[in-house]
């Protein structure tokens, strides 16, 4: 019997990261075990790209961490070389919606530090004279990208890791997993081993290694080829005179990326029908081994590369390599706590493990270290997806990630695989009603409605078809009355006589007392926010909690976990209730028998002959209830309070329009204004912090979110802008949207600097736009129309 204080199975470059910097956090008793060797699956035939581009800050962060390691950490620590190359690299296109894309990328990289330069056509065929110019508007640059040897960086993490008490076991495959007591039992082909923490970092073996853990890993193989050339004279004569390597370029209007290998090069395709390989399984004798090449089916992109490179035409082909990489439904990698399993981690599911390995382990090995990940985490935790992530769901989702890995991100993107999964009993009804749907955790929710069948969304970073909808979404809100489906909230019911301490333990507020609401935040031991509750005392042993839609295995981990030191029970409730709300100054006269309800109560009753949860609180700034009914009755009270709000002027809303009247109200939105990085107090959020517990939140260098009132222009905010203050960046706005109440273009932004209150400025899309911070509320400040409409 062997025992760890931490097992990683998977020998990639993701668990050997994580191997080692877990040594450098100063744990003890670390073991790695590897089905065959070190890198074999994707690691040791990646081509070995590292970039700085990204559209999130943490999958940013991830990627600089992973060329510092590789550049310049490992080679001090090992006296070796990595095989990093410092060769930069660009992205070209013809498409004007992709320069607002690397205009939005380079204006957050300004803030995290990362600078990215826009190219012009002349600059591009500067620093990549053998490229042909025809159609091209422009690119972007980034200085510091490269491209490492995989299997050198993977084995001098090895080397270092080792060195610091670390132990490594090759050709030792694990067959069993199994949770006993306080320990997990790993069994492999060569021992038995008792440890007290599992990780998860099989890579192409991650859903088997996941299988084995009790745990569904939505993550699948796809097969993934590029091309080595023999010598090209253009390069080779490059070479010969001693000039810089050639930046890696990516076309990804066209889907591929070339980069200099000595004196020729490399062409990696991504086909739009991607091939998956071994859902149900990776075969017994995989090791480091490809399959045949299949050139046929990117013969396409080959010739478009070609058109683009002419030099390309003027060499043979080497060699082709295929092989699996895996994806997981978003592309991000599955990073964090498995689901409902203590003390089991994941570090696995990532298409680009050499490129985002070394941050993503220094991510994890700081999470299982501090209790809490060192960035927000929420495009990485492994809790993401839920069960509904079938195996239909992941393929399709796979198969589209991979045609789409040079897709647009825009900021309101919905794409279209893998949809229809959870559906809430009222769905059809708002689809009959002109509702254009987005996806949220697995659900179908309403983003808008529209007045034309079929309707979809414009793809675009600038003002779209759904613009004046939603404008008319509020209006009808906060002049007549607006319904909706709210049924995408987490909800859980918690009972027991502990209901009060428990609610006191679980977050930074005071519990509320029976009949009341309350908002409380779950904080991380740094003090960050770690999940946002609406909680509604129902009675005194019963609380009834909702949180947002994408936290629900977040949320039902921290209360689970925490209930064990309480006398309560934790039941997740989300698919048994839906959510109708109720909206506007004419509400009153669509809910008679609830007009004697004030502001922040809640009361258990029927309306219709169904049973309700009313709960008297509106995140639009409006007089409304939410109204959380059992499924079964759900579409008989929607229709019923429909006819009865068709004679005050009925409409209905979708997440869009909540959107923009909470933003005028100032209110917060977990996952963009509220994250594990910044605390309450630093979130503006001090009313709902119970005062013992400030002192010990307040924190030296705090932020300051602040709402600010934007100049207008032909971009409303969204998210990711960096703020400017003389000259210098100073905050990043988290969200953002017009205000149809109140004709304002606001955003929710943090400054690191609080004394920088005038003169500042916003970067969208490269636009700088004056940004003035407002004192309060641009929209009923005083909440007189929140709580309109009590009768006595």
Sequence with gaps: MTKAQVTIIGGGAMGVSLLYHLVKAGWSDVLLVEKNDLTHGSTWHAAGL??????????????????????????????????FHRSGAMRITRNPDRMDEFRHVAGLSEFTGYPLEILTPDRIAELFPLAKLEGLIGGIYEPDDGHVDPTLATHAMAEVARRGGARILRNCAVTAIERQADHWRIVSEKETIETVHVVNAAGTWGWEIGHMMGLNIPSVPVLHQYLVTDTVGAVQDRVTQGLPELPIIRDPEESWYVRQERDGLILGPYEKDAKVWSVDGVPPEFGADLMPPDLDSVEHIITAAMARI?????????SVING????????????????GLPNAWLLTGSSMGVMEGGGAGCFLAHWMTHGAPPMDALAVDSRRFGSWADRDYRVSKAIECFGLQFGVHYPHEERPAGRGLRLSPLHDLMVERGAVMGAAYGWERPNWFSGTPDAVADETFRRANWFEPVAAE?????????????????????????????????????????????????????????????????????????????????????LTSLAADFDVTVRNVCEEFAVIGVMGPESTKVLTELTDMPWLTARETQIE?????????????????????????????????????????????????????????????????????????????????????????????????VLLEIESGEVDPFYAHTIWKDGAPVGIATSGAFGHRTGKVLALAYLRDPAARDGLTISILGQHRAATILPHAPFDPDNTRLKAGVST
């Design 310 to 318: 002419p030099a390309l035409e003027t060499s043979g082909v080497k």
């Design 609 to 705: 002959g169904v049973a309700v949860r009313a709960l008297r609180v509106s995140y639009l700034g409006e007089c409304g209830w939410e109204l959380h009914v059992p499924r079964a009755g759900a579409a008989s009270l929607f229709l019923a309070l429909e006819a009865r709000a068709k004679p005050h002027g009925l409409g209905f809303y979708g997440a869009y329009a909540a959107n923009s009247m909470r933003l005028e109200k100032g209110y917060r939105g977990w996952g963009s204004d509220l994250t594990t990085e910044r605390s309450p107090l630093e979130a503006g959020l001090t009313p709902f912090v119970r005062k013992e517990r400030r002192t010990a939140l307040a924190r030296d260098n705090a932020w300051d979110m």
């Design 50 to 83: 590292c970039t700085h581009f990204a559209h999130n800050p943490t999958i940013q962060e991830l990627r600089a961490t992973s060329v510092r390691l590789y550049r310049d950490i490992l080679p001090q620590e090992t006296g070796r070389d990595c095989g």
């Design 324 to 339: 699996p990489i895996t994806f997981t439904p978003d592309a991000n990698p599955l990073i964090g706590p498995a689901h």
């Design 474 to 558: 509020v209006d009808t809100a906060t002049n007549r009355v607006a319904m909706a489906d709210l049924s995408v909230f987490s909800k859980f019911d918690v009972t027991g006589p502990d209901v009060a301490t428990f609610l006191e333990a679980l977050g930074a507020n005071r519990a509320v007392a029976p009949g009341r609401i309350g908002l409380t935040h779950a904080l991380t031991p740094a003090g960050g926010v770690l999940s946002e509750f609406t909680v509604t005392r129902l009675t005194h042993d019963h609380v009834y909690l909702t949180s947002a839609a994408a936290a629900e295995q977040i949320d039902h981990d921290l």
